[in-house]
């Protein structure tokens, strides 16, 4: 997987344990197009505190253009942003 | 009964902080502990100087607390980082909560160093060198920074084994190490010995910690008082100092600032001071004491420093008394230089719960305690600006001055 490190927007549910889970993403790819891409399935997910900003590290299996890739998505609690981070 | 004493210190913290949170969040950026770099203050507020430096900004000769303008001329392709407490905080609660996970009691002696009680702990986690280890790598793999551990049978010793070669490594420095490790030492490195005491101690021809173990604590006495029992007994690696999770109860509260530009007409300083007071006198309400002694201190732009202090007539905690006090204080001692930097110091603190009331003024006395309560209330709940006073209005001053900018900062004390 390579990194990209990119901003995106996106649709999450919560679970019983309260565990923000991906569902839908948003970017914009290099020819500054709105891409959504759909999470079919979430492997596992780790906890993280680099210098101490707590961060949840999802590993997907997503659909693009028809071949299904694995990717890391991050979450930061502290800003509630999302990155896509390797794909 | 043997004690087992760790003091763990982050290395450069500000400036592997900043360099662990760019690392995690931007791409393709730079760690700024691989370049020469340094963590500095706000230039265009006179605050510029080095907080923090990376080691190879190090070998260009610089040295933390100096300007930013000397260490520029040291290095001009240096790269200057403003400091984000907000986040050294972050980092620093982070640490203490991975320590928190094996230890009851974390002494937080700064906001980058700790002191962890070791002993009895082997049967549980091992050895104290290799639990060390482990603290330390899961430190630098859970958090991103290295940290050094000095190891030792009481907190002075173990404090001076983590200043050994660094970074990322454990050092120990028990008694029967001292000649091998401290003693070859030159004076200055010992905890407690500063620049005024490292300057007598040359002129006494004591260059090394271990010529001043060795020295008769009877002519240390002579020149440095009862400090001079403490740096020999400190030079022979003896302190009795028990790790505590609280700090010691404070003799004095002091808040002070360098100002933006040079002050040269009185009503603007005792403005400066009057935002100084505010904040002082808060911080003694918060803790519940009263003071007795007022002091100002004036530096001048040719950074020369004076100070002037007084008795009151009564211990107090009413901000219009102590700040009536330092007026008369700031009259009295300034020489009509311009001045970069004022300070307000309160000390000879009493407990405010057990305290002799005054035959004087008891009217206004009471008036004036229930408005700085009625204050400090509206401060706490809406804002520290909610509530200024009217002085400060237009003045382009800021009304509360001092401090840190993130609240409860630890900062470090000189007390083991």
Known sequence: ?87 | MEHTIFHIDVNSAYLSWEATYRMSTQISCIDLRTIPAIIGGDESKRHGIVLAKSIPAKKYGIKTGESLFSARQKCPSLVIVPPNYKLFMQCSDAMVDIFKEYFPLVERYSVDECFLDYTNMSHHFGSPISFAHHLKDKIQKELGFTVNIGISNNKLLAKMASDFEKPNKIHTLFPNEIQEKMWPLPVRDLFMVGRATNAKLIKLGIYTIGELANSDPELLYAHFKSHGYLIHAYANGIATSIVKPCSPEAKGIGNSTTISFDVTDSRTAKLILLSLTETVCMRLRDSDMLAKMVSVSIKSHDFISLSHQMQLAESTDITNDIYKAICTLFDEAWNKEPIRHLGVRVSSLSSKTNTQLSLFDFDKHEKNTALDESIDKIRLRYGNTAIIRASFLHSGLRPLNGGMPEENYPIMSSLL
């Open chain 1, 1 to 87: 997987m390579k990194v990209i490190m990119e901003p995106i927007e996106m649709i999450g549910w919560f679970n019983l344990k309260g565990v923000l889970m991906p569902l839908r993403f948003r970017l914009e790819t290099k020819e500054h197009e709105l891409k959504t891409v759909k999470v079919n399935k979430v492997l596992y997910h780790t906890e993280e505190k680099i210098a101490g900003n707590p961060m949840r590290s999802y590993t997907c299996l997503v659909a693009i253009n028809g071949v299904e890739k694995s990717c890391e998505l991050k979450y930061e609690l502290n800003t509630c942003k999302w990155i896509l981070f390797k794909i």
